[in-house]
């Protein structure tokens, strides 16, 4: 006998990428930042550590609120903060979707988007993506039970981007808010942070965990007109951050120079892993993140992922049904990526 909802009871759920406990690989799966997190960030930590954890943090995270509003160039009111980006889907998805209700996704993206809809009871409706990673014209289609749309610029797993015009074309078409998640937009030409204030049915959300190297912190925040923000609040846990990743975050954010300097090295190395690929005879798409993603026209990716990893090196193998399979690779150090190269070399 099951205790549990019909949908929890059938879905398989969320499967993370492999987090190994030791420290003999190199590790490009899951998009992590190879770089230690600015020192002001460790700083902030032991501060807050110092004046004691006795107390409940603060629920709407007003310092880090007020210094995103100061870097971004927005008031405060504008924005929801949360425990990761994840947790911000989660909210959004929480307060727009019902059960039977519709939530679209383009496909390939973030496998998440799916899973938070069915956790909700709702339906998903994936587009996918021209071969071009263009979207379909019917991705801005309406629809009476569509109440949701989740567009991943830059996507993962491609890197690809959306313009900022079109997006807002897209939105102006759509009965239904539109999320653009900007997991990885720092390692991008151009955001959507702007649409904002120009199209109230356009959200941004954002993370710490990859440009600022914050991945074990767990914290993001969604961009919004005042009148959305209020009503998402409504729906998040009380304290979903804590006081420690509340200060390491404002820190963080606070910090652009180290930001300045992270972002153009991963880019250098970027542009050497896509070098690299290439010349070994993969596809590899041009990316707007920390991250390529990778085929190849005569060797089927799945035993070279095999074989990297009894080699101790970790990548991503992702097999998307009706659309193919692919290995993607974080932009680790210099390092790690001419391990993987060389690894790859010898294998192919």
């Known amino acids: 006998m099951s205790y549990f909802r019909p949908e929890i009871a059938a879905m398989a759920g969320y499967a993370p990428g492999e987090q190994p406990q030791t420290a003999d690989f190199i590790k490009l799966n899951t998009n992590e930042n190879p770089y230690r997190c600015s020192p002001a960030v460790e700083e902030a930590v032991r501060e807050a550590v110092a004046r004691g954890l006795s107390r409940y943090p603060d629920p709407t995270a007003g310092a880090f609120r007020h210094k995103a509003a100061e870097v971004l160039g927005i008031d405060p009111d504008w924005i929801l903060c949360g425990n990761g980006s994840d947790d911000i889907l989660t909210i959004v998805t929480r307060a727009l979707v019902g059960p039977g209700e519709l939530l679209r996704l383009p496909y390939p993206s973030y496998i998440l988007y799916t899973t938070l809809a069915t956790i909700q009871g709702a339906r998903s409706?994936?587009?996918?993506?021209?071969?071009?990673?263009?979207?379909?014209?019917?991705?801005?289609?309406?629809?009476?039970?569509?109440?949701?749309?989740?567009?991943?610029?830059?996507?993962?797993?491609?890197?690809?981007?959306?313009?900022?015009?079109?997006?807002?074309?897209?939105?102006?078409?759509?009965?239904?808010?539109?999320?653009?998640?900007?997991?990885?937009?720092?390692?991008?030409?151009?955001?959507?942070?702007?649409?904002?204030?120009?199209?109230?049915?356009?959200?941004?959300?954002?993370?710490?965990?990859?440009?600022?190297?914050?991945?074990?912190?767990?914290?993001?925040?969604?961009?919004?007109?005042p009148h959305l923000i209020t009503e998402f609040a409504k729906v998040k846990d009380s304290y979903n951050c804590d006081t420690l990743s509340i200060a390491a975050a404002t820190s963080a954010l606070g910090d652009r120079a180290w930001l300045a300097e992270t972002r153009a090295k991963i880019l250098a190395t970027r542009q050497h892993l896509a070098d690299g690929m290439r010349r070994l005879g993969f596809d590899t798409v041009p990316s707007q993140a920390n991250f390529t993603w990778n085929t190849h026209p005569q060797h089927p990716v799945k035993p070279l992922f095999d074989e990297l990893r009894r080699r101790r090196i970790l990548v991503r193998y992702m097999d998307y049904p009706a659309w193919g399979d692919g290995l993607r690779i974080t932009v680790g150090t210099d390092e790690q990526i001419a391990a993987c190269l060389d690894a790859l070399r010898r294998i192919v």
């Open 125 to 225: 409706e994936a587009l996918h993506f021209h071969r071009d990673w263009s979207l379909p014209a019917e991705f801005g289609a309406g629809g009476p039970d569509l109440k949701l749309v989740f567009l991943p610029n830059p996507n993962s797993p491609s890197g690809t981007m959306i313009s900022p015009d079109a997006i807002l074309r897209l939105a102006e078409r759509l009965p239904c808010p539109l999320l653009v998640d900007e997991a990885y937009v720092d390692f991008a030409e151009t955001d959507c942070l702007s649409l904002v204030g120009e199209c109230e049915r356009v959200m941004v959300s954002r993370t710490l965990s990859k440009s600022y190297a914050l991945a074990g912190l767990r914290f993001g925040y969604l961009v919004a007109q």
